[in-house]
Each structure stands twice: as structure tokens, then as C-alpha cells.
């Protein structure tokens, strides 16, 4: 009888453990699942994007602490304006990630300019400056928008070296950074200084640290904005470490632009510059690093709202409706690429 009960005993832990096996197997299964899942999607991830560098130097240009520190002095300096009414740091605020806020911006006169003033942050990674492409890289920008006459308006090169050779601040600052130099207050070594400050300007953010590995550096709804973003193919034009920046593409490929944004002037874009017909609505592509922070949307600011940019992108580049959901989902997504604005770069009180 006790051996009778004994392997009944035993036959009934046996089908226990068996159970217990057999749950526990299924949930390991259920994790790989997962786990494979987040890998797929990840790999996929880093296929299309790679992670912000440090700092965007070059060789052309190379950055030394005294270069940047003088560019920083020179980017917050209203005197680089006819009337000293406006900075650089005026129109691409670095305490609101590099912009204005504002469709378009005030000049030194206070007359507004045509198109929204793009933000200065990883913009040295741009493959060329301004929505139409007329300056090739960082340094050839930083002069333009000071001799403009809407913006701020200094006569001549000639005016502002003048000005600024007259300030004893900038004789030690220039020659200090320049020391090589008999002269080296020059519009050149302006335009230089300034863009190696912004070369500094550089944003990292939860995105970068999931493309280097970590799972958990997005939330799931940011996950599926990743997903929903690549499968509906906006990655046709945002890619790379800047998510845009990279190239040029007609804005309004299947309906008219202005018809969703509510643009009161229709701009010709980069066919302004060059005359070209096939250029006409053709911008570069801007990038989406810290988007969520920097509206107004498009060359003309027509846009505020960061999910009926989503929503008209999606209409008016890929002939799609996104869902409701879908763009919640994508503008979650976009909020991981907002990062932080170098401490180093902030005006001090």
C-alpha cells in the first residue's frame, strides 16, 4: 500500500514538473519573440540612421579654444548688425533650440524676412546651408545674413572690420585666435570664427543612444513611431545622422503645398537661385533633430503644430493618410531626437 502511494506520488510530481517545464518554456519563448522583434527593429534603425558625432569639425576650418571662444562672442554680439538691434543668437535663439519660434524673423530694421529662419543646431553637418542651398557649408553662411539688408544690414565688409577693429575686446580675442596673422580682423577670419562655435552646436539624444545599442533609450510608443516612420517611407528623404539635412526634394510632390500648409506666398524654392524650371518647389530636406522644439514648420513657418506637419508630409510626399494614430505614434518617435543644447554654448548672465 505505502509503495502503491508512493508512485502515485511520484507520478503526480512528475506531471507538475512537466507543467511547470512546459509554462516555463512557453514564456522563454515568448521573450525571444520579443527580444527578436526589438533586434529586427533595431537593425533596421541603423540601417537608415547613424548616431550624432561629438563635435562637426573640419580640416578647412580646425577648431581650437580660442577660435570657438571668439565665434561664441561674436554670435551673441549685436554689434554685427547695422543698428545693434539683433544678434545671430536673435533669430536662432540657442535657449529655444536654435530658433525664433516665430514664422519669419525681425531684422535689424524690423522688416521680416521671406523665409523661416532654420536652427543653428548640427547645422555644420548639413550637406549645405539655407532652405535653398546658397552657401555650402557653415562658414559661407555665418557672413551671409550679416550683410543682408533685411537682416542685419551692415553696408559693407569693410564697415563691419572697422567697427570691430575699433573695440579693444576684439583686437585681443582676433589676435590671440589668429596669431599668425599682421591683420587678423578680417571678414574671413569673422565668418570662420563664427562657424566654429556652431561646429560645437551638436545634440545628442535618446535616438543616438538607441542606435548604439540600448533597448530601453525609446519608450514603446516611440518604438512604434520608429516602425510606423520607416514602414510609410519617410525615410525616402530623412535619413542618415541627421534624419534630413542631405539632399534636396520638391516639397508638394503630389498636391500643391500651399493647399495644406496655408502658405500666403507661394515660394519657387531653390529655382529662385538657379533659374531652373525642374527646381522649382525644391528645398533641402531639413532635419528632424530636436523638431519638436523648433516650430514653426516648413521654408515659410505656416505650420505650428508638429502633428499636421506629420499629417500634411504624409499627404503631400508619400500620397498617404496616416491614422490619428499612426501620427501620434510618429510624433512620439521625434520627440527622441530632441537632445541638449551645449551648456558651454549658452550666454551666462
Not at 585666435?177 to 570664427?193: M, R
Not at 533597448?215 to 525616402?236: R, V, Y
Request: aromatic content about 8%; some cysteine; hydrophobic content about 35%.
Amino acid at each position: 500500500m505505502k509503495t502503491k502511494n508512493l508512485l502515485l506520488f511520484i507520478a503526480v510530481m512528475a506531471i507538475v514538473i512537466a507543467c511547470n517545464q512546459q509554462t516555463g518554456t512557453d514564456q522563454s519563448a515568448d521573450e525571444v519573440v520579443m527580444t527578436a522583434k526589438d533586434s529586427a527593429l533595431m537593425r533596421s534603425a541603423q540601417a537608415l540612421f547613424q548616431p550624432l558625432p561629438e563635435i562637426a569639425d573640419d580640416p578647412a576650418n580646425p577648431l581650437t579654444p580660442e577660435k570657438i571662444a571668439l565665434g561664441k562672442a561674436l554670435y551673441y554680439d549685436k554689434r554685427l548688425s547695422k543698428n545693434e538691434n539683433i544678434s545671430c543668437n536673435s533669430c536662432h535663439n540657442l535657449e529655444t533650440y536654435g530658433v525664433d519660434n516665430e514664422p519669419t524673423s525681425d531684422g535689424d530694421t524690423g522688416e521680416k524676412g521671406d523665409r523661416n529662419s532654420p536652427t543653428v543646431l548640427n547645422a555644420a553637418l548639413h550637406f549645405v546651408q539655407f532652405w535653398d542651398g546658397r552657401a555650402k557649408d557653415v562658414e559661407e553662411q555665418a557672413g551671409g545674413p550679416i550683410l543682408n539688408p533685411v537682416e542685419m544690414a551692415i553696408p559693407s565688409e569693410e564697415f563691419l572690420i572697422e567697427r570691430l577693429s575699433s573695440i579693444e575686446k576684439y583686437q585681443q580675442l582676433f589676435a590671440e585666435t589668429y596669431p599668425e596673422e599682421e591683420n587678423p580682423i578680417t571678414y574671413e577670419n569673422i565668418e570662420k570664427s563664427i562657424a566654429a562655435f556652431e561646429r560645437t552646436l551638436i545634440t545628442r539624444a535618446p535616438f543616438d543612444n538607441y542606435l548604439e545599442g540600448d533597448f530601453n533609450a525609446l519608450s514603446d510608443q516611440q518604438k512604434k513611431g520608429l516602425d510606423a516612420f520607416m514602414e510609410s517611407g519617410c525615410t525616402t528623404c530623412h535619413s542618415g545622422v541627421l534624419l534630413g539635412g542631405n539632399m534636396y526634394h520638391k516639397f508638394g510632390l503630389y498636391d500643391d503645398y500651399w493647399k495644406h500648409t496655408g502658405s500666403e506666398h507661394i515660394d519657387q524654392g531653390r529655382a529662385e537661385v538657379t533659374g531652373d524650371e525642374a527646381q522649382m518647389f525644391m528645398f533641402k530636406v531639413p532635419s528632424l533633430r530636436n523638431v519638436e522644439k523648433t516650430f514653426p514648420y516648413y521654408h515659410d513657418g505656416s505650420v505650428m503644430e508638429l502633428n499636421k506637419a506629420i499629417k500634411i508630409m504624409a499627404i503631400t510626399q508619400l500620397n498617404k493618410e496616416l491614422t490619428d494614430q499612426e501620427i501620434a505614434d510618429i510624433g512620439a518617435f521625434l520627440e527622441s531626437l530632441t537632445g541638449k543644447v551645449p551648456q558651454d554654448a549658452l550666454m551666462k548672465e
